[in-house]
């Protein structure tokens, strides 16, 4: 079997059958599997998604067991030479898969690939590429030097932005949102570490991948990748992401931990803080500068996903937020959320 998709599902269905809808409009080789775990969702997705896709492995799990580990069940079942690893928040072109799986026939050394993921802007997510969150990546990250000098190869090395987005680059690290690694690397490298709740995973093998002799490639192909506002300012999210941070340094770089603990703790509290006074005082958002949004709707009946991707990436205009039409459900599905005509 040529490829194997793996999603993990956790109370996004809508995003879901969005997500499906363009993978199987993106599948050109029907030698291609698709597994979607989900992580004991409470929005009754196994019953809405089950029926509409007969052709997919839906895995129930009766707990949310993390990210890690629900990939790996479907990891542990896949059969195919390429295995991708995709979010359910993401929209591919119809000929995203092809272009992927091309780039990695015609380039045997690499281990795993990533892509040019758009948010629900049209913006570049920086994650798309990044470097290892070594001790002075962090510190640059952490400190703001990163922001301050975002194309620096000195400051820079956390998110890589000197870096063309638009050209095929070796890199350290790839997003799980959207990664493609070879069964044989895998077997390898190892799978994902269930030590990684959320966060963190996609970076620990990475590394792997690095150890095992393979190499990680950014390709700027295209996808859309919605991301939560709400999970950046939630004290539980931010919890989350710099413990796996510190779990990564402790596997990694044994040597440093006491430094980094104290950094990564003061990164909690503070990033804890500000959530906190945010939420508790709501009308701090007023002293924000407020632009007006304008909103793009694309039709599923007048164009494909693949066109309406590339119309975001040509398109960038500011504070512009894309949808996305389904005549066929009457939903409109956006990165600010769901609503039904």
Excluded at 113 to 118: A, E, N, S
Aim: hydrophobic share 35%.
């Amino acid at each position: 079997m040529k490829l194997s998709i793996v999603i993990v599902n956790y109370n996004v269905k809508y995003y879901l059958e969005q997500c499906l809808d363009s993978v199987l409009k993106a599948i050109q080789n029907p030698d291609t599997e698709i597994f979607v775990v989900d992580n004991h969702s409470s929005d009754q997705s196994l019953e809405y998604l089950i029926p509409k896709f007969p052709t997919v492995h839906f895995i129930e799990n009766q707990e949310n067991v993390g990210f890690s580990r629900a990939n790996n069940q479907a990891i542990e079942q896949a059969c195919g030479d390429y295995i991708l690893l995709l979010n359910p928040d993401t929209v591919l072109g119809e000929n995203t898969l092809t272009n992927v799986c091309r780039f990695m026939d015609e380039n045997k050394q690499v281990g795993a690939v990533g892509v040019k993921m758009l948010d629900g802007h049209g913006c570049f997510l920086p994650e798309s590429k990044r470097g290892f969150p070594s001790p002075w990546n962090s510190f640059t990250k952490m400190s703001g030097l990163a922001k301050l000098f975002p194309r620096s190869k000195v400051f820079g090395g956390y998110h890589l932005r000197y870096l063309d987005e638009n050209e095929t680059h070796e890199v350290e690290v790839l997003a799980g949102a959207f990664m493609m690694l070879r069964k044989k690397t895998i077997e390898k490298s190892g799978s994902l570490d269930n030590s990684f709740f959320m966060y963190g995973e996609d970076i620990d093998l990475s590394y792997r991948i690095k150890q095992a002799g393979y190499s990680n490639f950014y390709f700027p192909e295209p996808i859309i990748h919605y991301k939560g506002e709400s999970t950046k300012k939630d004290i539980r999210y931010v919890k989350h992401f710099y413990e796996a941070m510190l779990i990564f340094f402790k596997k990694h770089y044994p040597n440093s931990n006491g430094l980094y603990k104290w950094t990564i703790q003061m990164a909690i509290i503070t990033t804890g803080f500000l959530a906190g006074v945010q939420k508790l005082l709501p009308w701090t958002k007023l002293f924000r500068t407020q632009h007006p949004q304008k909103e793009v709707v694309f039709n599923l009946q007048e164009m494909s996903y693949g066109e309406l991707i590339d119309e975001m990436n040509r398109n960038r205009v500011k504070n512009t937020l894309f949808k996305i039409y389904h005549p066929d459900t009457g939903m409109i599905i956006s990165g600010a959320g769901v609503s039904v005509i």
